[in-house]
């Protein structure tokens, strides 16, 4: 059960939700059904909020954050996240359309919410200070709520798709392209798949030099200098090349742990010593 923001545990329990709920929509609606969802303002103005039906047939605001929490949720166990990611994740999805509420107006017979992204960022702070969430988590969600919609518009040149990694810090893509994915599948009977703007906004952030690239927590490089360096390589202008090469092969899936790692570059470094 999701508690009040005076309760004394109010942190623990909100965390808990988020990062451990399999249905997070669950305690909300319990929330929403006691009467208590009136102790968060930012919440409480979801539910009667209308969309376009055309977009978000699956009704309005409140809905369709249920929804996505609960689509947040099973993409983190898809993709085997850990509490600390998952918690970022479903928090994100409760927060990405807080804006909505006031900016939601009925344009030539259709609802918009004009700017309702960045409208949310101040509301999301508040929400989350509101509930106990720490800066380490607020800092992380605030750019992804400004950025959930920047796959409509997608610029892709490589001075953009930089700016936009700029922007997102210290959040990382994966974190954004999840919360995509999750707003997208939140829209029944709507198919949830990405979208080819999404994809190729993917791609070219992948295309980017890795020293571009923000090497978050979540996916630090596991070939290091120091590891070459133990190989017997003497520091050179080359390190950085094979660095490189290492880093893309394992956001690529070449190798996931320490000793596939190491496994990779000696081949790597192998080869490159046949071929010079």
Request: charged share 20%.
């Amino acid at each position: 059960m999701l508690v009040l923001p005076q309760d004394p545990n109010v942190r623990e329990c909100w965390q808990s939700w988020a990062a451990n709920s399999l249905q997070p929509s669950l305690a909300l609606h319990a929330l929403a059904e006691s009467g208590k969802l009136m102790a968060f303002p930012e919440l409480a103005a979801l539910p009667g909020t209308p969309q376009d039906p055309e977009w978000h047939p699956e009704g309005d605001v409140w809905i369709h954050t249920l929804l996505v929490c609960d689509q947040a949720a099973l993409i983190a166990q898809r993709d085997g996240l850990d509490a600390r990611e998952t918690g970022i994740l479903v928090f994100a999805a409760l927060c990405h359309d807080l804006g909505k509420p006031g900016t939601t107006v009925l344009q030539s017979g259709r609802w918009r919410s004009p700017m309702h992204a960045q409208t949310g960022i101040p509301i999301s702070v508040s929400f989350l200070q509101r509930i106990g969430a720490g800066s380490d988590i607020i800092d992380i969600v605030k750019p992804l709520v400004a950025e959930h919609l920047v796959h409509t518009q997608p610029a892709t040149s490589t001075a953009a798709v930089r700016r936009l990694l700029k922007r997102l810090e210290p959040a990382s893509f994966s974190q954004l392209i999840r919360l995509i994915e999750a707003d997208l599948r939140g829209r029944p009977p709507l198919a949830g798949t990405l979208p080819e703007s999404v994809l190729r906004l993917h791609r070219r952030v992948q295309e980017l030099p890795v020293y571009a690239m923000r090497r978050t927590p979540e996916s630090p490089p596991l070939v290091l200098g120091r590891h070459l360096v133990e190989l017997g390589h003497t520091p050179g202008p080359a390190f950085r090349e094979i660095l490189d090469q290492c880093y893309q092969a394992q956001l690529a899936g070449a190798f996931s742990d320490q000793p596939g790692a190491m496994e990779f570059v000696r081949k790597l470094l192998q080869g490159s010593s046949r071929t010079s």
